[in-house]
């Protein structure tokens, strides 16, 4: 029996929440064995986020987790709270795109919800489950080839991620002769024990319920989150490199566009609401 894979979706309300989901349940249903773990970041579940996995025909598991005060994002919280005034809605996309660069660096983002799927799977499998973790962020974009890639992962596997850290692909540099990885390409603060982004790695189940403890965390700065957990996991020599030698690349860290919604906004004001 192939290892299951469990990927794990932070998620939060936003206008392109539904679309993203709806794109990434469709990759999710063509993979086999696969478990996918979504994790609101709110109060409560939503029933936007509950309809849309009783739809799918995935495994899954649903839970919500709010991210605390001090680390919640302020240019999230409600989109439909601006009023018909389109000076005032510039001074909020001003003020949004102030907290937007704030957070890159000070708020870390799924801290909680990916902690909340650690959490449950060390609660519901046993060393007996075969299984692979992978933090598959709702907006990314993925290959179908990179969950093959990452099925047998041993401990930790890695591979390269398009379009992050300002390039248009990091990725592991490979001793040719040892197969291991011995450097990075990455050019954003190279320094990072693992200058990787979160789309880049996957972690055996066995692995993540042996170091019980590896968990992520606010006290570390913005693009550190991936060092921060990989320390806790592993040494470098330990990578497992993927994809044909970190070559392909199979995933990209894509980011989508807020979009314009000035017109709604405006109905909105007179309290006529609509959902997409
Ligand atoms: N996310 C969340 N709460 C937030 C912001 C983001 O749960 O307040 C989720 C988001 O849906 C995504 C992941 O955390 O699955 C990473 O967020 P994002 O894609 O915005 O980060 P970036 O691409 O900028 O690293
Ligand atoms: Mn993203």
């Keep these: 029996e192939a290892p299951v894979i469990y990927a794990?979706?932070?998620t939060y309300a936003r206008p392109v929440q539904k679309a993203e989901l709806t794109r990434l349940s469709q990759t999710l249903m063509h993979v086999s064995n696969l478990h996918w773990i979504v994790i609101e970041d709110a109060?409560?579940?939503?029933?936007?986020?509950?309809?849309?996995?009783?739809?799918t025909n995935l495994n899954h598991t649903h839970l919500f987790v709010q991210t605390p005060v001090?680390?919640?994002?302020?240019?999230?919280?409600?989109y439909s709270i601006t009023n018909?005034?389109?000076?005032?809605?510039?001074?909020?996309?001003?003020?949004?795109?102030?907290?937007?660069?704030?957070?890159?660096?000070?708020?870390?983002?799924?801290?909680?919800?990916?902690n909340a799927a650690l959490r449950w799977l060390r609660k519901n499998k046993t060393m007996n489950d075969k299984g692979v973790v992978y933090f598959a962020d709702d907006d990314n974009s993925y290959?179908?080839?990179?969950?093959?890639?990452?099925?047998?992962?041993?401990?930790?596997?890695v591979w390269p991620v398009g379009?992050?850290?300002?390039?248009?692909?990091?990725?592991?540099?490979?001793?040719?002769?040892?197969?291991?990885?011995?450097?990075?390409?990455?050019?954003?603060?190279?320094?990072?024990?693992?200058p990787i982004d979160m789309a880049g790695f996957a972690i055996s189940l066995q692995?993540?319920?042996?170091?019980?403890?590896?968990?992520?965390?606010?006290n570390v700065s913005g693009g550190f989150q991936e060092s921060h957990?990989?320390?806790?996991?592993?040494?470098?020599?330990?990578?497992?490199?993927?994809?044909?030698?970190?070559?392909?690349?199979?995933?990209?860290?894509?980011?989508t566009e807020g979009p314009r919604l000035t017109e709604e906004n405006k109905l909105i004001a007179r309290g006529i609401h609509s959902d997409v």
């Design 8 to 10: 794990v979706t932070p």
């Design 43 to 55: 109060v409560k579940k939503s029933s936007l986020v509950e309809n849309l996995l009783a739809r």
């Design 70 to 78: 001090p680390y919640r994002r302020k240019g999230s919280v409600n």
């Design 84 to 114: 018909n005034c389109d000076f005032f809605i510039t001074n909020i996309i001003m003020i949004s795109m102030f907290f937007n660069l704030f957070s890159f660096f000070f708020q870390p983002r799924g801290v909680e919800q990916r």
């Design 143 to 157: 290959s179908l080839q990179v969950f093959d890639e990452m099925r047998y992962t041993k401990e930790v596997s």
């Design 163 to 194: 379009l992050v850290g300002g390039l248009m692909v990091e990725k592991p540099i490979l001793n040719l002769t040892t197969g291991k990885v011995v450097g990075w390409n990455s050019a954003w603060r190279p320094d990072r024990p693992f």
């Design 207 to 218: 692995h993540i319920l042996k170091k019980s403890k590896a968990y992520f965390a606010y």
């Design 229 to 255: 957990i990989l320390q806790q996991l592993t040494v470098r020599e330990n990578l497992e490199p993927k994809a044909d030698n970190c070559t392909q690349v199979l995933v990209w860290h894509t980011r």
